[in-house]
C-alpha cells in the first residue's frame, strides 16, 4: 500500500535494539539481514546493537534476527516520524561520573549492562554536561565486511604523549600561518610575497605574451622544506607540470609546481608502513574583483586555507619529533589544489608507477587536513569527512577526542561525494583518506564567506580552535602509529579487492514534490557493467538503468551520472514510500557485486 507522507500515516522510524545474551552478533550474520531487509546499523557494543528501521520493514527484521540469533530480544526504544529523523538526535554518555541524568534529558536505555546510557537530547543541551565521554549516535554505520567494527575505548595513558599535549599552546601554530601569509622571500630578506598562488613559480612557459610570474609559491614551498629539514626529517620536492588552456585561446601557459615531501622513519617492526599527514599549501583569492587580471600581484593571504592545516602538519612534526614511533610518517604540502587537486592527483598517479619510493599498500591511512584555522560561532566545531574504506580512522579521531577529553565538538561526516580536498584523489585509488575540517558543506555560511578571497587573513585565525586541532592531530597520529595499536583493520585486505564502494544515495528522503531528484555516487575499482533498478515493496521494478562497461557509469573511479526525477516510463510520479535501489557491478573478469539501499521518496 503505497504510503502518503505529511498525515497520520506518515511512515515511522524506529530505534530498535537487539540484546543477545553472548558474543554471537557477527558482522556476517548482521550483512545477510541486511541483503533481505532495509535497516540502518547505528552502534554495536558487546552485546546489543541498536539499528533504525521502518515499519514496513519491522516485522521482518524481527522474524530474521529472532531465526539468526537464539535467545536474542528486540526492543523498540524509540519511534519518530521518518521526516523528523534528521532532527533528532541521541547521544550515548558514558554516565560514571554522573549517576543521574534524567532531569537533564530524556533518557532512552541503557547499554553495555548500564555502563553507558542512551538519551534522544538537543546538541545543546548534551554539550555541556560533565560526562566521561559523549558520542552523537551516527546516522549509519556500515556492516560487514565493508567496515571496521566501532573501537571501543582503551584507557592505557600514554605518559610522554600526555605531557606533550598539555604544553601545546596556540602560538607556534599561529606563527606559522602567520609567516606563510606574509611569505618572506627566503633569498632577498625585507621582501614579502603576500600570496602563494600555484602559477606564481620560477619555471614557468607563458604561451600567451603575457610577462613570467615572479615565484612566490616556489618561495612558500622552500621555506617548508627548510622548516621540515631544520626538524631533522629527510625532504624531497616532487615536481609536476600543468599547463592551463583556454576555449578559443589555446593554450595559455605551462607551470612546474612542487610538492614538499618529508619522512620520518619508524622505529618499529612496522616502519615499512606510512600514515600520510598532508595539507596544500597553494592559496588562492578568485573572490576578490580583478583576480583573473592581476593574480601576479594581487595578495592572497589563504590564512584558513590552507596555511592552517600546513601548520598543523609542521607542528605535529615538531611535537613528536623525540617520540619513538613504530610506523613512518611521511609529511606532504601539496601545491595545486585550489586549481583543482593538482598537487595531490599528481602524487596519486606517481605512487602507483614503478619509480614511486613508497607504493600504494604501505600507505596505511592519510589524515588531509584543510581549512582548519577558523571557527565563527564558537562552537570549536571540526568536522572529519570520510569514505567507507576510512571509517576506522574518523572513529581513531573520536576514541582520541574521547580518550584525551578535548573540548572539541567533533563531527564526523561519511560522505564519499566531499571531494572537494586532496583526500579524494586517495579515495579513487582505495588507500583510506579522512579530511579535517572548520566545515564540510558549502551550504553553512560559517567559512564560505572569506574563503578564496582577500578576507582570508589573520583576523579569521581562532586560537582556541587551532590548539585543539594541533592537539587532536599529535594524539590521533601518535596513536595510530604507535607499537600495538588496535586501530588498524585486520580486514584491510579484503576491502581493497572489494569492486564496489562508497555508494551513496542523496538527499535521502527525496522530495519529489520541491522538484528534488535522486542521485547515486559509487565507486568501481575496476571498469564494470553497471545495472540499477528501483523496486517497491512488493518487489516490482520501478525504475531501471544500465551503464555499459568502461564508460559514463561504468569506470573505475568514482561514478557519479545517475539522476532519478521520481517519473516512471509514462511520465508519472511514483507514490510516496520506502524504496529498494539495488545497485550491481559486473567486471570484465567475472567478478559482480551487488549492493541494496532503501530510499525514502517523501510527495
Ligand atoms: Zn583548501
Given at each position: 500500500?503505497?504510503?502518503?507522507?505529511?498525515?497520520?500515516?506518515?511512515?515511522?522510524?524506529?530505534?530498535?535494539?537487539?540484546?543477545?545474551?553472548?558474543?554471537?552478533?557477527?558482522?556476517?550474520?548482521?550483512?545477510?539481514?541486511?541483503?533481505?531487509?532495509?535497516?540502518?546499523?547505528?552502534?554495536?557494543?558487546?552485546?546489543?546493537?541498536?539499528?533504525?528501521?521502518?515499519?514496513?520493514?519491522?516485522?521482518?527484521?524481527?522474524?530474521?534476527?529472532?531465526?539468526?540469533?537464539?535467545?536474542?530480544?528486540?526492543?523498540?526504544?524509540?519511534?519518530?516520524?521518518?521526516?523528523?529523523?534528521?532532527?533528532?538526535?541521541?547521544?550515548?554518555?558514558?554516565?560514571?561520573?554522573?549517576?543521574?541524568?534524567?532531569?537533564?534529558?530524556?533518557?532512552?536505555?541503557?547499554?553495555?549492562?548500564?555502563?553507558?546510557?542512551?538519551?534522544?537530547?538537543?546538541?545543546?543541551?548534551?554539550i555541556g554536561l560533565p560526562v566521561h565521554f559523549r558520542a552523537k549516535l551516527p546516522p549509519e554505520i556500515l556492516v560487514g565486511a565493508r567496515a571496521p567494527r566501532l573501537i571501543k575505548l582503551t584507557f592505557q595513558p600514554n605518559i610522554e604523549l600526555e605531557q606533550i599535549i598539555a604544553n601545546i599552546s596556540p602560538q607556534p601554530w599561529r606563527q606559522i600561518i602567520q609567516t606563510m601569509t606574509l611569505n618572506p622571500d627566503v633569498s632577498t630578506p625585507g621582501y614579502q610575497f603576500l600570496s602563494r598562488y600555484a602559477l606564481r613559480v620560477r619555471r614557468a612557459i607563458q604561451h600567451d605574451g603575457q610577462p613570467e610570474p615572479d615565484s612566490a609559491c616556489d618561495n612558500s614551498g622552500e621555506w617548508i622544506a627548510k622548516q621540515f629539514q631544520k626538524l631533522g626529517l629527510v625532504v624531497g620536492m616532487?615536481?609536476?607540470?600543468?599547463?592551463?588552456?583556454?576555449?578559443?585561446?589555446?593554450?595559455?601557459?605551462?607551470?612546474?609546481?612542487?610538492?614538499?615531501?618529508?619522512?620520518?622513519?619508524?622505529?618499529?617492526?612496522?616502519?615499512?608502513?606510512?600514515?600520510?599527514?598532508?595539507?596544500?599549501?597553494?592559496?588562492?583569492?578568485?573572490?576578490?574583483?580583478?583576480?583573473?587580471?592581476?593574480?601576479?600581484?594581487?595578495?592572497?593571504?589563504?590564512?584558513?586555507?590552507?596555511?592552517?592545516?600546513?601548520?598543523?602538519?609542521?607542528?605535529?612534526?615538531?611535537?613528536?619529533?623525540?617520540?619513538?614511533?613504530?610506523?613512518?610518517?611521511?609529511?606532504?604540502?601539496?601545491?595545486?589544489?585550489?586549481?583543482?587537486?593538482?598537487?595531490?592527483?599528481?602524487?596519486?598517479?606517481?605512487?602507483?608507477?614503478?619509480?614511486?619510493?613508497?607504493?600504494?599498500?604501505?600507505?596505511?591511512?592519510?589524515?588531509?587536513?584543510?581549512?582548519?584555522g577558523h571557527d565563527q560561532d564558537g562552537n570549536l566545531d571540526i568536522h572529519v569527512v570520510y569514505d567507507e574504506r576510512s571509517q576506522w580512522l574518523a572513529n581513531a579521531f573520536k576514541t582520541v577526542n574521547q580518550k584525551y577529553e578535548f573540548p572539541l565538538d567533533l563531527r564526523l561526516q561519511y560522505n564519499p561525494s566531499f571531494i572537494y580536498s586532496d583526500h579524494s584523489p586517495f579515495w579513487e585509488i582505495g588507500i583510506p583518506a579522512v579530511l579535517l575540517s572548520e566545515e564540510s558543506s558549502f551550504e553553512s555560511t560559517e567559512s564560505i564567506e572569506y574563503i578564496h578571497s582577500q578576507a582570508d587573513n589573520m583576523d579569521k585565525i581562532t586560537d582556541s580552535l587551532g590548539e585543539l586541532a594541533v592537539k587532536l592531530a599529535v594524539a590521533t597520529t601518535v596513536e595510530l602509529a604507535a607499537n600495538n595499536n588496535s586501530y588498524v583493520p585486520k580486514a584491510r585486505?579484503?576491502?581493497?579487492?572489494?569492486?564496489?564502494?562508497?555508494?551513496?544515495?542523496?538527499?535521502?528522503?527525496?522530495?519529489?514534490?520541491?522538484?528534488?531528484?535522486?542521485?547515486?555516487?559509487?565507486?568501481?575499482?575496476?571498469?564494470?557493467?553497471?545495472?540499477?533498478?528501483?523496486?517497491?515493496?512488493?518487489?516490482?521494478?520501478?525504475?531501471?538503468?544500465?551503464?555499459?562497461?568502461?564508460?559514463?557509469?561504468?569506470?573505475?573511479?568514482?561514478?557519479?551520472?545517475?539522476?532519478?526525477?521520481?517519473?516512471?516510463?509514462?511520465?508519472?510520479?511514483?507514490?510516496?514510500?520506502?524504496?529498494?535501489?539495488?545497485?550491481?557491478?559486473l567486471a570484465r573478469s567475472g567478478t559482480s557485486e551487488t549492493t541494496y539501499l532503501p530510499v525514502a521518496l517523501v510527495r
Open positions: 500500500m503505497p504510503t502518503a507522507f505529511g498525515n497520520a500515516n506518515e511512515p515511522i522510524q524506529h530505534l530498535v535494539k537487539v540484546f543477545v545474551p553472548s558474543l554471537s552478533i557477527t558482522e556476517q550474520k548482521l550483512w545477510q539481514i541486511q541483503q533481505r531487509v532495509p535497516f540502518k546499523l547505528r552502534y554495536r557494543s558487546i552485546d546489543s546493537v541498536l539499528v533504525s528501521v521502518t515499519t514496513t520493514a519491522l516485522p521482518q527484521f524481527t522474524a530474521l534476527i529472532r531465526q539468526e540469533f537464539a535467545r536474542s530480544t528486540t526492543t523498540i526504544l524509540d519511534s519518530q516520524p521518518l521526516s523528523k529523523m534528521s532532527d533528532v538526535n541521541y547521544y550515548v554518555l558514558d554516565t560514571s561520573l554522573l549517576p543521574d541524568l534524567s532531569e537533564h534529558t530524556n533518557l532512552v536505555d541503557t547499554l553495555d549492562s548500564g555502563r553507558v546510557v542512551l538519551v534522544r537530547a538537543n546538541d545543546s543541551d548534551v616532487d615536481s609536476f607540470q600543468h599547463t592551463r588552456s583556454q576555449i578559443g585561446a589555446g593554450k595559455i601557459g605551462t607551470y612546474t609546481m612542487n610538492n614538499i615531501v618529508a619522512t620520518r622513519p619508524g622505529r618499529g617492526p612496522n616502519r615499512d608502513q606510512f600514515y600520510l599527514l598532508v595539507a596544500h599549501y597553494d592559496s588562492i583569492s578568485s573572490k576578490t574583483k580583478g583576480w583573473q587580471q592581476q593574480w601576479r600581484t594581487m595578495p592572497a593571504p589563504g590564512a584558513s586555507d590552507n596555511a592552517s592545516g600546513v601548520a598543523i602538519l609542521l607542528e605535529v612534526a615538531r611535537l613528536v619529533r623525540n617520540l619513538d614511533l613504530d610506523y613512518s610518517i611521511r609529511f606532504i604540502a601539496f601545491s595545486g589544489e585550489e586549481l583543482f587537486l593538482y598537487g595531490s592527483k599528481h602524487y596519486c598517479h606517481q605512487i602507483k608507477s614503478e619509480t614511486a619510493d613508497l607504493s600504494a599498500d604501505q600507505i596505511i591511512g592519510v589524515l588531509n587536513f584543510d581549512l582548519i585486505e579484503k576491502e581493497i579487492s572489494k569492486l564496489l564502494w562508497n555508494v551513496i544515495l542523496f538527499p535521502n528522503p527525496v522530495n519529489l514534490d520541491q522538484g528534488e531528484s535522486l542521485s547515486l555516487d559509487y565507486f568501481l575499482s575496476e571498469q564494470s557493467k553497471v545495472e540499477i533498478n528501483l523496486y517497491n515493496n512488493n518487489g516490482w521494478s520501478i525504475h531501471n538503468q544500465t551503464y555499459r562497461i568502461g564508460k559514463i557509469g561504468g569506470k573505475k573511479g568514482r561514478n557519479s551520472a545517475f539522476r532519478w526525477n521520481g517519473k516512471m516510463g509514462n511520465g508519472q510520479l511514483v507514490a510516496g514510500g520506502v524504496y529498494t535501489l539495488q545497485l550491481t557491478a
